[in-house]
């Protein structure tokens, strides 16, 4: 089915200057309110870190302490790991980390173990480096090369101070 040509509604480059004038003005009425809005987001961060901060730093300080006790008195918890209070419980569960320094180093003995499952590797293509070669190459790697022409707009910025 072909596709249905649609007509323009401007007339002439006088209307079509005219729309860049409208499109000047909405992006400048839109910046101000953006400007407004992170305006607002910043006071209201500001002010929620204000009475936030001495709360965490009052949080963590309980938390140590507690930790710190419960730490001093591991011997309590040979039976049951866990101890219930009113308010909440604490204790101690087996943990167990994977320590890794020399990432690099790790990755190769990964590799030369054949331990492949244990490495992620995120695979992109690089367009910027299939730009460089010629077509014949493109092509027998599925890839091709598409030119056209491509609309595009721009506002004169420096005439939106005059609106």
């Keep these: 089915m072909a596709k249905k040509k649609v007509e323009p509604i401007y007339q002439n480059w006088n ?29 209201i961060k500001n002010k929620t870190i204000g009475f936030t901060t001495p709360l965490l730093q009052e949080k ?21 790991k866990t101890k219930d209070f009113v308010f909440g419980q604490i204790g101690f569960r087996k943990s167990t980390e994977i320590v890794t320094r020399n990432i690099q180093a790790i990755i190769e003995a990964l590799k030369n173990n054949r331990m492949l499952n244990c490495i992620i590797t995120n695979e992109k293509i690089n367009k910027e480096e299939l730009e460089k070669y010629d077509d014949a190459a493109l092509k027998k790697v599925g890839a091709s090369r598409k030119s056209g022409d491509k609309y595009f707009y721009k506002i004169n910025e420096e005439r939106i101070e005059s609106l």
């Design 15 to 43: 209307q079509v200057d005219e729309a860049l004038k409208a499109i000047a003005k909405i992006d400048n009425t839109l910046k101000i309110h953006e400007s407004r809005l992170n305006d607002d987001i910043n006071s």
């Design 60 to 80: 963590g300080l309980l938390e140590e302490n507690i930790k710190i006790y419960t730490e001093a008195h591991i011997d309590e918890f040979t039976e049951k």
